[in-house]
């Protein structure tokens, strides 16, 4: 990723109303949300978040589909994973014990790996755990 669409991609989500509502889709993915929920939930008259989902759609954070009368938006976790990528590619220049925090925060959100016969298999954040104990 280019360092301008990164610039411009942050500077989507640097208004308080796109942030809130590109965090709420994230929160419910992978179904979305009609643009009048949105609106409902965030308390945002619909023309006002319609123009803050355009510039979130222009910037890549968001997409949509019709869905009988409603246009469902959904985050686009591509999008995200790419943002992220770029911010810590050059985190820990070989220190990896640097990037720990960041890797542990997102090992927070993976769900628990099972094995063939249902048992749990251990990831990333246990390594992390047992390797600070």
Aim: charged share 25%; aromatic share 4%.
């Amino acid at each position: 990723m280019e360092t301008k669409t990164a610039t411009e991609r942050f500077a989507a989500l640097s208004q308080s109303t796109r942030l809130e509502a590109f965090r709420l889709l994230v929160r419910h993915e992978p179904e979305g949300l009609p643009a009048g929920e949105i609106a409902r939930e965030l308390e945002v008259p619909h023309n006002t978040l319609s123009s803050h989902l355009s510039v979130l759609a222009q910037a890549g954070w968001v997409v949509s589909h019709r869905q009988g009368r409603s246009i469902v938006y959904r985050a686009d976790l591509g999008c995200m994973r790419e943002t992220l990528d770029f911010l810590v590619r050059d985190c820990c220049d070989g220190n990896p014990e640097v990037c720990d925090p960041f890797l542990t925060a997102l090992g927070a959100c993976l769900p628990s790996v099972k094995d063939s016969h249902g048992a749990r298999l251990p990831s990333a954040d246990d390594a992390n755990q047992e390797n600070r104990e």
